[in-house]
């Protein structure tokens, strides 16, 4: 059974460009959600997604960040105009429908803006 | 406000050395307590769900506890390779996980 996929696992981006975060949900798994992680913090929730819809994006900035996870294909983490601001590790976690099944996740991809 | 406090913050332990991580939380509409294990340059792995004040769960020379406000993970001699950052993460009504900033345990031979 493979695991929640994450890709690229390290990303470097020099300002102003774009990043594109992929991630493949585990096999029977329909809802996904977005974390970021800085050095010493926590896991920040960024958004919640399930197929063809966006659940609950609160804690995405407003501008400059979009996710989406469309009907085939992997849910997608797009920040426009990279700041160094953004560099952090950005995990996706997916889980199964049902309330309160646990997430499970990647190992992340590791964004650094230059 | 949704709150979600672990401590400490980091904990040396000698191989052996029994302990206990403590995880506070002051959230509404509570709907289950999860723990984590994180590795460094890795996504944090599932350890237990607990759903209720009382309940208990284990796993290997790990024990999860809960109250109705906070929740114990109790590690009973550890070895090296249960060094980690331990994570918990209170979940509420809409699917929504707050994750404290952990607990860095090293355990040293």
């Known amino acids: 059974n493979a695991g929640v996929m994450q890709n690229p696992r390290h990303l470097v981006r020099r300002r102003g460009q774009e990043a594109r975060l992929r991630c493949s949900p585990m096999?029977?798994?329909?809802?996904v959600y977005w974390y970021r992680q800085l050095p010493e913090e926590g896991l920040k929730f960024m958004v919640y997604l399930q197929k063809e819809n966006i659940i609950d994006e609160s804690g995405m900035p407003k501008e400059r960040f979009s996710a989406e996870f469309p009907k085939e294909g992997p849910s997608i983490l797009r920040i426009q105009q990279v700041v160094r601001g953004d560099s952090a590790a950005y995990f996706c976690?997916?889980?199964?429908?049902?309330?309160?099944?646990?997430?499970?996740f990647g190992n992340g991809t590791r964004l650094t803006v230059t | 406000e949704d709150q979600v406090t672990q401590s400490p913050e980091a904990l040396r332990l000698q191989e052996g050395e029994s302990s206990s991580l403590n995880c506070s939380y002051t959230?509404?509409?509570?709907?289950?307590l999860f723990w984590y294990r994180q590795d460094p340059g890795k996504g944090p792995e599932f350890l237990f769900t607990?759903?209720?004040a009382g309940e208990e769960k284990e796993k290997e020379r790990l024990k999860a506890t809960l109250t109705k406000k906070e929740s114990f993970l109790h590690i009973t001699a550890p070895k090296p390779e249960d060094s980690a950052t331990y994570l918990c993460?209170?979940?509420?009504?809409?699917?929504?996980?707050?994750f404290g900033t952990g607990t860095s345990l090293t355990v040293i031979p």
């Open positions: 976690a997916s889980s199964p429908p049902g309330a309160n099944s646990p997430l499970h």
């Open positions: 959230v509404s509409g509570l709907r289950g």
């Open positions: 993460a209170p979940s509420l009504s809409g699917n929504q996980f707050y």
């Open positions: 607990l759903y209720s």
């Open positions: 096999k029977g798994h329909s809802h």
